[in-house]
């Protein structure tokens, strides 16, 4: 049984209750916590484990949402974004990104700005001149989307073939225009995701409980019932209000709670991560944004170290596997080699494939790019009981502060308990005191190293922002530390604190979502043993525990490769 169960059990009632935790549920929790909101959390796996973990590791504006004729959506996300540049900056940076045009008015490959059509229609590719309109409007939502009326990146740039490939010279020699623009990476999405569940639990004290690997399984006389997902144990758990924020997979929480719905269409992105020198060079260090004849929006992206590509926008029934597959793969492929030719690529140099489901409404025969990616609420009645539900359609990384604002109000509203607070501008969790400059930064170390080497203070800086002081302190306490032979980076105190502070069940948490192994290709068979192993005594692992613990993480961390078998990895 975890110990977030047993919180829940002990205590079997809240004000609010949430289903799922994920960005949009956890930013929910920190919100309704700030308002002194008695609040429970629960989730059926590890906390970012669903959607959430999917992403494509931007925070944008969502230029292509132009096409659809979303200018609210675009003017709140920028807003958003210009925040989270200064609220969360350890995690949240400004990205620059290039879009390679083949054509003045038309082209192979072209910016995905089909606003004009309002999202109708068979996808047709755009040129420059259209390009250059949408950036026009971009800018003016960027401009005026600060919290303080000021923009917090710069202004789009335009360029012919000469100067396109003096910046990037690797790109196809046929390209005619480069345009240039800004939005911001988001390096570490289920760290920032933690650090909003971390600050609501601090806002909200012994009335913020948060509970993973906790399903809601059902309904009896007006309250939901919760099972721990290791033992088994049930709880009848009592709320006022009831938010499903389970995103793709809504409609199926719905009809556990009694109340099926169709709210529900999401559409399946899968992205691939490459360990390729080459290719990372190529880029320049900015994100190659770009829209394949087929409407597809593909994008190439330096992280870490590796090469993010994707991503695919695929029908998808959530009954079915969620995988990267043969084919998309194929796909990413081969749209590398038409933006840039003499670079060669194969399934070689692969070291991670993730997958996802959008938490999209439902959308008819309307083709998956021109669907809306804003988000709604839905209000029902709680089966047998007084409590409503409150259903989450839509919603994005970028505008979840928004998204949770807007919930939370909605849950005030039948609390009848007024806002106390916005989280507008409010930092979050190690972007809290976090340096901006070199100097700051320096400074910093300085005051927070302690017993560690400078060099490592820093790193465990760049990895958690300034929730390293946390960290570092635990490191220097754990007289066993050690640095991890096969997790470069890493050490075994500092796995142990994430074990014990974080909520950790299993060993995928771990290398998933805890730390980068998976996503930077690192997550071996040795690596997992040597977490594991570090991890087991205050995880109260046994050897056959451990064994087990990382065979599963192995699973997990290639679920979304359909070609993977336990042989297969070292």
């Not at 911001?184 to 601090?202: K, N, Y």
């Not at 998808?316 to 038409?338: K, N, R, S």
């Not at 604002?405 to 007024?418: G, I, K, M, N, S």
Request: glycine fraction near 10%; charge should be neutral; charged fraction near 25%.
């Amino acid at each position: 049984m975890t110990a977030g169960f047993r919180e829940l059990a002990e205590r079997p009632y809240a004000d609010v209750l949430i289903i799922g935790g994920g960005i949009n549920g956890l930013a929910t929790f920190r919100d309704l916590a700030l308002q002194g909101v008695d609040v429970a959390l629960v989730e059926r796996s590890d906390f970012v484990s669903g959607a959430s973990a999917a992403s494509s590791h931007m925070i944008h504006g969502g230029i292509r949402y132009l096409e659809n004729g979303e200018f609210r959506l675009v003017h709140e996300a920028v807003t958003e974004r210009n925040a989270l540049l200064r609220t969360a900056p350890h995690f949240v940076r400004p990205l620059q990104t290039t879009i390679p045009i083949f054509s003045t008015f038309s082209g192979v490959l072209t910016a995905p700005l089909r606003f004009l059509r309002h999202g109708a229609g068979r996808p047709r590719e755009r040129g420059a001149a259209l390009i250059k309109i949408g950036l026009v409007i971009y800018d003016s939502f960027s401009r005026g989307g600060g919290l303080l009326g000021k923009g917090t990146v710069p202004r789009h740039t335009f360029h012919g073939r000469t100067r396109s490939l003096q910046q990037l010279p690797e790109l196809n020699p046929a390209v005619k225009y480069t345009a240039t623009y800004w939005d911001a990476s988001l390096h570490d999405p289920e760290r920032l995701a933690l650090d909003v569940m971390r600050d609501g639990r601090a806002a909200g004290g012994a009335r913020a409980r948060a509970a993973n690997y906790t399903a809601a399984v059902g309904v009896r006389d007006g309250h939901v019932i919760l099972r721990d997902a290791g033992s088994g144990a049930e709880t009848s758990f009592a709320a006022s209000v009831v938010i499903n924020a389970s995103g793709p997979w809504t409609d199926l929480t719905n009809a556990a709670l009694g109340d099926p719905t169709r709210y529900m269409a999401g559409t399946k992105g899968s992205h691939i991560v490459l360990d390729h020198p080459e290719l990372l060079a190529a880029t320049g260090g900015r994100e190659l944004f770009f829209e394949n004849e087929d409407g597809r929006i593909v994008l190439i992206y330096p992280l870490k170290g590796r090469v993010l590509v994707g991503t695919t926008d695929l029908e998808h029934d959530m009954g079915d596997p969620i995988v990267c597959t043969d084919e998309e793969v194929d796909y990413f492929i081969d749209l590398i080699a038409q933006v840039l030719p003499e670079i060669a690529v194969d399934r070689s140099r692969i070291v991670y494939r993730f997958s996802g489901v959008r938490p999209l409404p439902g959308h008819g025969d309307l083709a998956p790019g021109f669907v809306s990616r804003d988000y709604r609420v839905e209000a029902e009645r709680l089966t047998g009981g007084d409590a409503t539900v409150l259903s989450l359609v839509g919603g994005k990384w970028t505008t979840f502060r928004a998204s949770a604002e807007h919930v939370t109000d909605r849950a005030l509203a039948l609390l009848a308990q007024p806002r106390r607070r916005s989280t507008k501008g409010l930092p979050i969790g190690g972007g809290r005191g976090f340096p901006t400059t070199e100097r700051a930064r320096q400074q910093w170390i300085a005051a927070h190293a302690g017993p560690l080497p400078t060099a490592r203070a820093a790193a465990l800086l760049d990895r958690y922002g300034t929730v390293a002081a946390d960290v570092i302190r635990a490191i220097a306490a754990d007289p066993a530390d050690a640095p991890l032979e096969h997790a470069p980076g890493y050490s075994s105190g500092e796995m142990r604190y994430l074990a014990e502070a974080e909520a950790v069940v299993h060993l995928d948490d771990l290398l998933l979502r805890r730390t980068s192994l998976a996503f930077t290709g690192a997550a071996t068979r040795d690596a997992a043993l040597e977490v594991a192993v570090a991890v087991a005594p205050v995880l109260g692992w046994d050897d056959a525990r451990v064994q087990r613990e990382v065979e599963r993480g192995l699973a997990r961390v290639h679920a979304a490769d359909p070609t993977w078998t336990a042989a297969s990895v070292r």
